[in-house]
């Protein structure tokens, strides 16, 4: 070991010199040439060099940040200015004495994250915490729900390394423990039911002594945030779910305390065999283990709604390349971009911030933003997206719109609010023990002044037997289970059919739908161009027309060329040597194909060339809507003939539309192409309405329309651009061979990216929420029938009371009943 610290003392010393090996900018942790005339400060009698004056006024506002850092395998001090060794680690900035602690780090960063920072990163100052249950609560501090007890959640964008849920961690392990725990206090207990000598073997009084150590962990640690929780709704008057849990698992657990350390307590009549009390620790104990089972399950639903998000930030790019004054390019954080900045963009890199071309021309994919897949032709003064990627020339561009002005800034915060928006089902249980909570205490209390008054000697244990017994069963066990357990298995069940369910509001609001809105490209159509029509005008053999279009495309990297291009190879085609290949920005391609003189373009390429193609209009006209793109061919200087490229509609997709409007859905086709290509689309499917040339702000304001008249909304689609629209409906159905964010957004994802997928998912919803109503039915039903049984309504004319023993019995069968029914859901007609 003190060889191994020897290593890495001398290593790091080794450039800790003004003789160092690295020079980096100890602010963002990028390697500098101190030749390059960078910004430099002198600080403490040594010169520190940087990558931009944005990072030279950070570090000269705060030095002591940016000095040193420790190393998160051995905890050595590094010098962040000439540290050799250096890498970024989801999102934060990781420095190294050598290169095998670095190694060491990459093979398992968890490992060594775990001990240098907190599991979740802490939030922004001045965030703001909000219910996901209920939205209107607003605080400043982190905390519980006033009005659910559920954990307060940050507000905003969450950080892209933010850690896993503390809440979801720490309510994991102790369903961990309660389980252990529950499993051999229930064999213990059930074992003379099913006539297991278990408890003679044992004895009677130690198998009670047994009960109470393996539940004492349960109740007085496990359950600890359930008892928070119903103590605040107490204290908020603001009784719930937990109000109960906490009740029922209190009483049966101080109950059981009472009849096993003072037996002599209670009636001759309510001991057993061996001279005991019957207790009822199993029944507190099930009641934690399976409350937490619920509430994992919703956690890890609730966990994925910051994905979305982050997969969006992870589309922006994180440094920049500026133009300087002199001409000179510098590497810079996006962060330091400034209203104004020339930028360099080259080929394949994203651009950087909003802005318009300065310099040059190139295409741009921007399907992220319009969902589109042809690439858009920019020259100087055209906008630019923040987020799209540059596919071939290189540009300068100037920045206009920076940081949370930005498109793609705009797309994140609409998803996150509308994905605040929510609230999941398990907020109409809650309203329901609004009222049935102080029914049931009330019952109780009642109970007991009864039985204490007129009961039968001695009046006070059977004042307290009652009371007991009808708080246990309506503890709401089976209504803690009864969302999660059929959620869980409509889930397994969807996957199996190729829709996948985000959570259980997306079934519960699926099932109401009226109004379903889908995007063009990539739901109804498969979201890549390729070659439809190749038309020969005269003589020209089309197989010759088509060899000279295609072994002109080759030369060109624009979408309408490669669908050309891929046409021509399906169909066998040879392709010939091109000479003279020239393209013409926005309007086409020439050259010499074999021994012929092409050229292929638009009309806006043959006005230049004085072709004249108004015989040709009725035809073009009549393709164009169908939706297809015409490009002209010409051969020698005269017209040969044209193709047609278009993207194709799915084959599922006229089937789907069709059996989707039978089902009393109203269809209305959202998309960012233009009027005439989206109108042609939707005659053909029949769709009900149509809204072209729209943007992700236009998405998302038709769905808050819709929503303001009271219409159901659906969303579906595949790209980016309808991130927030997604998150903004009340379903948002993601296509799966769409893009990660969309699927992140969305309630549902449909796996094969098949329309058809919304009729099953629409079957499962309609099944699932039957599913879980008649679980909530079970659940009240048993208490309905159950309290009044405890209560003691049957003793005055049958003698008959309900033993807690029985109360306990009862409130597990309603819990095998909701399982049960749940469990129907795995084949359908539930």
Excluded at 221 to 244: D, I, Y
Excluded at 250 to 266: K, M, Q, W
Excluded at 495 to 517: N, P, Y
Aim: charged residues 20%; contains cysteine; hydrophobic residues 45%.
């Amino acid at each position: 070991m003190n060889d191994t610290h020897t290593h890495h003392r001398d290593h790091s010393h080794r450039h800790d010199g003004p003789d160092a090996d690295v020079v980096r900018d100890p602010v963002c942790g990028m390697t500098v040439d101190p030749k390059a005339g960078k910004p430099t400060l002198a600080y403490e009698g040594r010169s520190y060099h940087f990558c931009s004056d944005g990072c030279r006024a950070k570090f000269e506002a705060a030095p002591q940040d940016y000095l040193t850092a420790k190393d998160p395998v051995c905890g050595m001090s590094v010098d962040r200015s000439t540290a050799a060794h250096f890498l970024k680690h989801g999102g934060e900035k990781f420095y190294f004495c050598s290169a095998s602690c670095q190694a060491k780090f990459e093979a398992e960063p968890e490992a060594y994250l775990h001990g240098s920072k907190p599991a979740a990163k802490p939030v922004p100052k001045g965030t703001l915490y909000t219910c996901p249950m209920h939205p209107e609560v607003i605080s400043d501090h982190p905390g519980d729900c006033p009005k659910c007890g559920m954990a307060l959640e940050p507000m905003g964008v969450p950080p892209s390394d933010e850690g896993p849920n503390p809440e979801l961690l720490d309510f994991t392990r102790r369903l961990w423990v309660s389980a252990v725990l529950s499993v051999p206090l229930l064999a213990l207990t059930m074992a003379p039911m099913v006539g297991l000598p278990l408890r003679d073997i044992i004895g009677e009084e130690l198998s009670t002594w047994i009960e109470l150590l393996l539940a004492t962990p349960v109740v007085l640690w496990a359950a600890l945030p359930f008892f928070r929780r119903a103590w605040k709704s107490v204290v908020n008057r603001s009784p719930n779910m937990w109000t109960l849990i906490g009740l029922g698992v209190g009483t049966a657990y101080i109950y059981s305390l009472v009849a096993t350390i003072a037996p002599g307590l209670f009636p001759h009549t309510f001991m057993v065999h061996g001279g005991m009390v019957p207790v009822y620790f199993e029944a507190a104990s099930v009641i934690v283990a399976l409350v937490f089972v619920g509430q994992v399950l919703e956690l890890k639903a609730r966990e994925r709604t910051g994905s979305a998000i982050r997969a969006l930030l992870d589309l922006a790019p994180k440094t920049a390349r500026r133009v300087n004054a002199d001409g000179s390019d510098s590497d810079i954080p996006v962060d330091d971009i400034q209203l104004g900045d020339r930028l360099r963009v080259r080929p394949g890199e994203r651009v950087p911030v909003d802005g318009s071309v300065d310099e040059g021309q190139s295409t741009i994919d921007e399907s992220m933003i319009t969902g589109e897949p042809l690439p858009v032709e920019k020259t100087k003064g055209d906008p630019l997206t923040g987020g799209t990627i540059n596919r071939n020339g290189t540009l300068v561009m100037t920045a206009e719109r920076i940081g949370a002005e930005t498109t793609l800034s705009r797309i994140v915060d609409m998803v996150a609010k509308a994905q605040r928006s929510r609230a999941p089902i398990q907020g109409a249980v809650d309203r329901v023990s609004a009222f049935f909570v102080p029914a049931v205490v009330a019952v109780a209390v009642l109970a007991f002044f009864v039985w204490s008054l007129v009961g039968p000697e001695p009046r006070m244990a059977h004042a307290l037997l009652a009371a007991v017994a009808v708080l246990i069963i309506a503890c709401p066990c089976a209504l803690g289970l009864a969302t999660p357990m059929s959620i869980m298995i409509a889930t397994g069940r969807g996957a199996h059919e190729g829709v996948l369910i985000k959570d259980a509001e997306a079934l519960e609001r699926f099932s109401k739908v009226d109004t379903l809105i889908v995007d063009k490209t990539g739901t109804l159509t498969e979201g890549k161009p390729k070659l439809t029509d190749v038309v020969p005008i005269g003589s020209v053999d089309e197989a010759y027309l088509l060899t000279l279009a295609a072994s002109l495309e080759r030369g060109s990297e624009h979408p309408l060329a490669e669908a050309i291009v891929s046409g021509a190879e399906e169909r066998g085609i040879t392709f010939l040597q091109v000479t003279g290949f020239e393209a013409k920005t926005g309007k086409g391609v020439q050259g010499t194909a074999g021994d012929a003189r092409v050229a292929l373009g638009n009309a806006a390429m043959m006005a230049d060339l004085g072709i004249d193609i108004g015989p040709l209009a009725d035809r073009i006209q009549a393709l164009r809507d169908d939706g297809k793109t015409v490009m002209f061919v010409v051969i020698g200087g005269a017209l040969a003939g044209f193709v047609a490229v278009a993207d194709r509609i799915k084959p599922t997709t006229a089937a789907a539309i069709k059996a989707l409007q039978e089902s009393g859905l109203t269809i209305i086709m959202a998309t960012g192409d233009n009027e005439r290509t989206a109108r042609a689309v939707a005659k053909r499917l029949g769709i009900d309405q149509v809204r072209a040339d729209i943007l992700p702000e236009g998405k998302k304001l038709l769905i808050d329309e819709l929503k303001s008249t009271g219409a159901v909304v659906a969303m579906a689609g595949d790209g980016v651009n309808d991130a927030p629209a997604l998150a903004a409906a009340d379903v948002g159905i993601a296509m799966g061979t769409g893009a990660d964010v969309a699927m992140e957004s969305a309630g549902i994802t449909l796996v094969k990216g098949d329309l058809n997928g919304i009729v099953r998912a629409r079957r499962l919803a309609e099944e699932t929420m039957r599913n879980i109503r008649q679980n909530l039915a079970f659940a009240f039903g048993y208490n309905a029938l159950g309290v009044p049984l405890a209560a003691g309504v049957l003793y005055p004319a049958f003698g008959l009371l309900l033993s807690p023993m029985i109360a306990a019995a009862a409130m597990s069968l309603s819990s095998v009943s909701v399982i049960a029914n749940a469990l129907r859901l795995r084949v359908g007609k539930s």
